[in-house]
């Protein structure tokens, strides 16, 4: 471990990937290191901050850094190429600087944890003289396939299947991270996905959004690799183990949340009878095709059971014509909503996810059954675990043509909504529920995981 020689308590510096789904889990983890009386910054980037002007929740302060891309963020880049090159150049100063600001303060920053897809933020640390903790927002089956591949003890392309490797579930083409499974797809996102691993073994700690319990094979497999400490699930304390009374979201919606919307969502919601309403929603960043969308549209209308579906703004014009108007009486149609207060409403019976991972955690630790429909990256791996592994539901089967059709999503929805497979399915939810909670209270893995965290960066 590097030493920068201070004496000082630890101060750690948290820099997540700048995406809702990752800029999440690294909140949640700093608010359990400040739980822990650890002092924490968080550094997001120019453009979120002076659009959102986000507040300090009174525990973990905030700093900026530049991406390059203070004016217009991700879409003013243009490609993924580009934001990630600019990104690595500029953020590497603007993050060194932040570091170098510290020194000579009272709270010197002496831990920078740092998203894995940013793995050049581990050379800043070195040349700062602080330690790293590479953070990974995936889960520990998708970074251990990233892991072989980038290690060449996985050859692309695969031909051979299922993949078979000691400690994974068997895994079909369609199980696999989607930048291993159609390459060329998004080739500058499975650079991206692979270079995480270039300088794993010179970090200090690998820190995982998983718990042991979820995942023991392949994070025993992986623990034998690099210094992996499961952390997680990374869900606010208030829907877990309620230990830390200010935690109680995440804090930061990157997308316009109106109160009055969540009010009218949670009213709407009460009105209903227990476990009776559909949850439907693909995250921060899928786009679903028109014809997937219609299908999809078209299965909700169809089904027997009320649905509340997150439609973001740029996704809205996709619905067909009069849809909103023609379901009123069964379906509400938001553009976000406050995602952990509507899973843990007792109102919803399944949760018909892009199985994201934060999604799917927090799905789990709320013990809510879903349907999974993975569109892209991690999301089929996912929900293999979903469907194969800890069978708290079931995933969509995709039509010759790529589209998912609306009987087999009606299908799906009767399999986790109704009858004994919906008991089965209810049964496993609360099971791993009670497994990951236990993870973050008092003595659980996570829990002393995060305590081992705290006590090496402390000695250091
Ligand atoms: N989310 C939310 N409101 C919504 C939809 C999503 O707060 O209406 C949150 C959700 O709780 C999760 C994150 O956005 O924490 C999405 O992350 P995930 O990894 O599931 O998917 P991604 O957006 O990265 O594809």
């Given at each position: 471990?590097?030493?920068?020689?201070?004496?000082?308590?630890?101060?750690?510096?948290?820099?997540?990937?700048?995406?809702?789904?990752?800029?999440?889990?690294?909140?949640?983890?700093?608010?359990?290191?400040?739980?822990?009386?650890?002092?924490?910054?968080?550094?997001?980037?120019?453009?979120?901050?002076?659009?959102?002007?986000?507040?300090?929740?009174?525990?973990?302060?905030?700093?900026?850094?530049?991406?390059?891309?203070?004016?217009?963020?991700?879409?003013?880049?243009?490609?993924?190429?580009?934001?990630?090159?600019?990104?690595?150049?500029?953020?590497?100063?603007?993050?060194?600087?932040?570091?170098?600001?510290?020194?000579?303060?009272?709270?010197?920053?002496?831990?920078?944890?740092?998203?894995?897809?940013?793995?050049?933020?581990?050379d800043i640390a070195?040349?700062?003289?602080?330690?790293?903790?590479?953070?990974?927002?995936?889960?520990?089956?998708?970074?251990?396939?990233?892991?072989?591949?980038?290690?060449?003890?996985?050859?692309?392309?695969?031909?051979?299947?299922?993949?078979?490797?000691?400690?994974?579930?068997?895994?079909?083409?369609?199980?696999?991270?989607?930048?291993?499974?159609?390459?060329?797809?998004?080739?500058?996102?499975?650079?991206?996905?692979?270079?995480?691993?270039?300088?794993?073994?010179?970090?200090?700690?690998?820190?995982?959004?998983?718990?042991?319990?979820?995942?023991?094979?392949?994070?025993?497999?992986?623990?034998?690799?690099?210094?992996?400490?499961?952390?997680?699930?990374?869900?606010?304390?208030?829907?877990?183990?309620?230990?830390?009374?200010?935690?109680?979201?995440?804090?930061?919606?990157?997308?316009?949340?109106?109160?009055?919307?969540?009010?009218?969502?949670?009213?709407?919601?009460?009105?209903?009878?227990?476990?009776?309403?559909?949850?439907?929603?693909?995250?921060?960043?899928?786009?679903?095709?028109?014809?997937?969308?219609?299908?999809?549209?078209?299965?909700?209308?169809?089904?027997?059971?009320?649905?509340?579906?997150?439609?973001?703004?740029?996704?809205?014009?996709?619905?067909?014509?009069?849809?909103?108007?023609?379901?009123?009486?069964?379906?509400?149609?938001?553009?976000?909503?406050?995602?952990?207060?509507?899973?843990?409403?007792?109102?919803?019976?399944?949760?018909?996810?892009?199985?994201?991972?934060?999604?799917?955690?927090?799905?789990?630790?709320?013990?809510?059954?879903?349907?999974?429909?993975?569109?892209?990256?991690?999301?089929?791996?996912?929900?293999?675990?979903?469907?194969?592994?800890?069978?708290?539901?079931?995933?969509?089967?995709?039509?010759?043509?790529?589209?998912?059709?609306?009987e087999e999503i009606?299908?799906?929805?009767?399999?986790?909504?109704?009858?004994?497979?919906?008991?089965?399915?209810?049964?496993?939810?609360k099971y791993w529920?009670?497994?990951?909670?236990?993870?973050?209270?008092?003595?659980?893995?996570?829990?002393?995981?995060?305590?081992?965290?705290?006590?090496?960066?402390?000695?250091?």
């Amino acid at each position: 471990m590097s030493q920068n020689n201070n004496t000082s308590s630890p101060h750690v510096l948290a820099l997540p990937y700048p995406s809702q789904g990752h800029i999440n889990p690294m909140i949640q983890f700093c608010r359990r290191l400040s739980s822990k009386g650890v002092k924490v910054s968080l550094a997001l980037t120019n453009f979120i901050s002076n659009t959102l002007k986000p507040r300090s929740d009174g525990h973990v302060s905030l700093v900026t850094i530049s991406d390059g891309y203070d004016e217009g963020g991700f879409t003013e880049a243009g490609s993924v190429d580009t934001y990630l090159d600019r990104l690595k150049t500029i953020g590497s100063s603007s993050l060194g600087q932040v570091i170098e600001d510290h020194v000579g303060t009272s709270h010197p920053i002496t831990c920078l944890v740092y998203d894995a897809f940013l793995p050049w933020a581990l050379d800043i640390a070195r040349v700062k003289g602080v330690c790293g903790a590479a953070f990974f927002t995936q889960a520990c089956l998708v970074n251990y396939v990233y892991y072989l591949v980038y290690h060449k003890r996985l050859d692309l392309p695969i031909v051979k299947t299922p993949v078979e490797i000691r400690g994974l579930p068997l895994l079909e083409m369609r199980d696999l991270p989607s930048f291993v499974d159609s390459l060329g797809s998004y080739p500058g996102y499975l650079k991206l996905v692979l270079e995480q691993n270039c300088n794993l073994d010179k970090a200090d700690f690998v820190l995982v959004n998983t718990c042991y319990e979820l995942e023991k094979e392949v994070t025993d497999a992986m623990s034998k690799e690099c210094p992996l400490l499961t952390i997680g699930p990374t869900v606010p304390s208030f829907y877990l183990d309620k230990r830390i009374d200010f935690d109680k979201d995440y804090g930061l919606n990157l997308y316009h949340i109106d109160a009055n919307h969540t009010t009218a969502c949670i009213t709407w919601l009460n009105s209903k009878p227990p476990r009776s309403v559909v949850y439907v929603s693909f995250g921060s960043m899928a786009c679903l095709p028109v014809e997937q969308m219609e299908e999809l549209a078209l299965g909700l209308k169809q089904s027997a059971f009320d649905f509340l579906w997150v439609v973001r703004q740029c996704e809205m014009d996709k619905l067909p014509m009069g849809f909103i108007d023609e379901v009123v009486n069964k379906g509400l149609i938001v553009t976000w909503t406050e995602q952990l207060e509507v899973l843990a409403n007792e109102s919803i019976g399944c949760f018909f996810t892009h199985c994201g991972w934060n999604s799917t955690l927090e799905a789990l630790a709320l013990g809510v059954p879903m349907v999974g429909m993975p569109q892209w990256t991690d999301q089929p791996t996912d929900a293999k675990l979903v469907e194969d592994v800890w069978k708290v539901g079931v995933r969509v089967k995709v039509g010759e043509n790529g589209v998912v059709k609306r009987e087999e999503i009606v299908k799906c929805i009767i399999e986790v909504m109704e009858g004994d497979t919906r008991l089965n399915f209810a049964e496993n939810a609360k099971y791993w529920k009670d497994l990951a909670r236990n993870a973050v209270c008092e003595d659980g893995s996570s829990d002393k995981n995060i305590n081992q965290f705290v006590s090496k960066i402390s000695s250091s």
